[in-house]
Each structure stands twice: as C-alpha cells, then as structure tokens.
C-alpha cells in the first residue's frame, strides 16, 4: 500500500505544478482590465501598476491553489481509469476507499497552507498594493473611493461603497461619528456621483435618492429622517499621511476582528467585515472538498484529454465560488432575515461536503 501511495503522490507532483502555472496565468490576464482602469481612469502611473500587478500572484492563489488540486487528481486519476489502471488496483484487492486516505490527508496539508495564505500571505500582497497606490491617493484622494472598503481617510466620516463604475457609484453608507459619545449620524443613497476637486485634497460627492439619520443629541433614542432626491457633500482629506485604508480581503483573521470591535461600539454595521472573516476560513477547506469530488468524478468519466479534464475542473469549481460570492452579497448588503453572514458564508461548504459524501459512498460501495 505504501508503494502505492507513493506512486499517486509522484504521478500527482507534476500536473499540480503545470495546472498551477496556467491557471495563474490565466487570473492573471484578466486583472489586466482593472490596472487598465487605474491607468486611464484614475491616473495611476505604470510603474506603481506594474508592482501592483505583480503582488497579485500570491493574492490569486486563493483561487489557483484548489482549483488547481482539483484538475491534479481529475488529471492524475482520468489517466488511471482510461489506462485500466483502476481496474488492476482493485484486482489486486486493494478497494477504492483505500485510495481516499492519501488523498484527505493531502487535502488537509493544501487546506492548512491555503489558511495561512488567507490569513497572511494574501493580506500583506494587498497591503503592498495598497503602499504602491497610496502617493496616487494623495495626489488624487477620489483613488481612495474603493468599493468593499471601510474608507476612513476623509476627516469625520467612514465611508463604505458596494459598487463603482467609472464615478458612479451604487449603494453609498456614511457614518459620521458624532463627539462626546453622541449617536452616529448615518447617511445612505442608492447612487452617487464623485468629482476630485483641482489643486485640493477633496472630492466632491453627489449622492441621490437616500435619507439622513440625524440622532436627537436630547434623546439618543430618537432620530430624524430625512428623505432627499439630491445631496451634496464635500469631503476633505484633513489628515496628512493618512493610510490607504485596506479592503477586508486585505485584512489578516486578527485584524478583521479588531474592525468588528471598533465599528461595533460606533453602531456600524460590520456585516461585511464579518463575511468576510468567514469567507476566508471556509474557503480554507475548498482544496480537501475539491481534491474529495475529483476522485468520483475521474474514476466515473474516464477522461485522459488534459484539456478537457482541466476544463472539467474550472466547471466543477465555478458553481462554488458562484454560491460563495452569492452569499457573501447576501450578507454585506442586509440580508438579515436570511441568515447570519457567519452562517451563510459555509453554505458552499455544506453543499460541497454533501455532495461529496454521496459520490464517494455510492463509488466505494459499487
């Protein structure tokens, strides 16, 4: 058994590397558009985006990694199948359930790396990218609009945005921490427009269609609401050397949970921060459960084309990241009759693990 182990760990070395390699790649060429952005849109010089380019690597590792593990055992184990080899294992009395040991234990080695790329590695890339960026942001503070990110670099307001094209913006938050412990001042929009202000560190904001929660400073139990087509406001980046403000992606498990305490005593919603916590230890186990589906689905298919197998895998992987990125939307952006963001974040997860489980039995028990 050990010589077989060995054998399947050998034969898996190579097409995880090559799969690794490409996949990369190919994240890599569609970051292209979002540099062009900063470069046309923005006016972010080449140089400071040619670094940002390269920090991306190990940022898209979190992605790669198990996709890539994927694609290995589809690879490594459609070979087995068509060349029979599948058949001789099991002749030889050796069942396919023996098989599984190796591959969970291997699984559970990538899914440890795969936490400390999300906890560490991947946090620091983006606050790489965030120091390249941050003269940028200084010459021209509507750089530090981001969306998906807690902005704090304009004086006395926090800012979170969903969603920006071009200088639109969707689904705009304020707060405004008001002094002496008083309620925050709460203000959001479904739209928005920003405009840099020449020759100053300011941005000029057109929000629309929202509402202004003005706490009762008399009675901190009351609050005004007032509903406006169109507002306007003017924010001023007053706090010289101010830090580019990191996205919760780009934040390690301590750091985020820090957000969670700080923005919860202000009366902020920290549902994004929280989703995000979540994302990144669930997605941690994605390479066990990905490496634990190629296994049924190479013995079953019988696949030897390393084109077809690898396009197989970007399939197979596609819908969970599809109901990933589907519940982390439904947790930052309100969905509170729906589920905790702590729960809804393992959803894709709970699938995949059940899905799993039923392939595998009904494999090692034919």
């Known amino acids: 058994m050990r010589i077989?182990?060995?054998?399947?760990?050998?034969?898996?070395?190579?097409?995880?590397?090559?799969?690794?390699?490409?996949?990369?790649?190919?994240?890599?060429?569609?970051?292209?558009?979002?540099?062009?952005?900063?470069?046309?849109?923005?006016?972010?010089?080449?140089?400071?985006?040619?670094?940002?380019?390269l920090y991306n690597i190990p940022v898209l590792l979190g992605y790669t990694l198990p996709i890539a593990a994927l694609a290995t055992v589809i690879l490594t184990f459609g070979r087995f199948s068509s060349d029979n080899e599948i058949i001789a294992i099991r002749a030889s009395g050796i069942s396919l359930g023996s098989l599984l040991a190796p591959l969970i234990a291997t699984g559970i080695v990538l899914s440890l790396i795969l936490l400390i790329l999300n906890d560490r590695v991947i946090p620091r890339a983006y606050d790489a990218q965030r120091r390249i960026l941050q003269?940028?942001?200084?010459?021209?503070?509507?750089?530090?609009?981001?969306?998906?990110?807690?902005?704090?670099?304009?004086?006395?307001?926090?800012?979170?945005?969903?969603?920006?094209?071009?200088?639109?913006?969707?689904?705009?938050?304020?707060?405004?921490?008001?002094?002496?412990?008083?309620?925050?001042?709460?203000?959001?929009?479904?739209?928005?427009?920003?405009?840099?202000?020449?020759?100053?560190?300011?941005?000029?904001?057109?929000?629309?269609?929202?509402?202004?929660?003005?706490?009762?400073?008399?009675?901190?139990?009351?609050?005004?609401?007032?509903?406006?087509?169109?507002?306007?406001?003017?924010?001023?980046?007053?706090?010289?050397?101010t830090k580019v403000e990191k996205k919760p992606k780009g934040m390690t498990l301590n750091e985020l949970q820090e957000e969670m305490r700080k923005f919860g005593k202000l009366g902020i919603d920290t549902r994004p921060l929280t989703a995000e916590y979540q994302r990144k230890v669930s997605w941690a186990l994605s390479p066990l459960i990905f490496i634990l589906l190629g296994f049924p689905v190479a013995v079953i298919t019988h696949r030897r084309q390393k084109t077809a197998n690898l396009l197989l895998a970007v399939v197979f992987a596609a819908p969970y990241y599809l109901i990933s990125i589907g519940c982390q939307a439904l947790a930052t952006q309100g969905a509170q009759n729906i589920a905790r963001p702590d729960l809804l974040m393992w959803v894709p997860n709970i699938i995949g693990g059940i899905i799993v489980v039923i392939l595998n039995y009904k494999l090692c028990a034919s």
């Open 135 to 241: 003269e940028t942001g200084a010459k021209n503070p509507a750089a530090l609009l981001e969306p998906g990110t807690f902005v704090d670099a304009f004086d006395g307001n926090i800012i979170f945005i969903y969603r920006i094209d071009r200088n639109r913006m969707y689904n705009v938050r304020i707060w405004q921490p008001q002094p002496d412990g008083h309620p925050t001042r709460t203000i959001s929009a479904q739209e928005g427009e920003f405009t840099p202000v020449p020759g100053e560190q300011q941005v000029l904001l057109k929000l629309m269609n929202g509402t202004s929660d003005e706490p009762d400073f008399n009675n901190p139990d009351n609050f005004y609401k007032l509903n406006f087509k169109t507002s306007f406001m003017k924010l001023d980046m007053a706090r010289k050397n």
């Open 4 to 53: 077989l182990r060995n054998y399947i760990l050998k034969e898996c070395v190579t097409p995880f590397a090559i799969c690794l390699g490409v996949l990369t790649f190919v994240f890599l060429l569609g970051y292209l558009p979002q540099l062009a952005n900063k470069v046309i849109n923005q006016g972010v010089g080449m140089g400071p985006v040619t670094m940002a380019f």
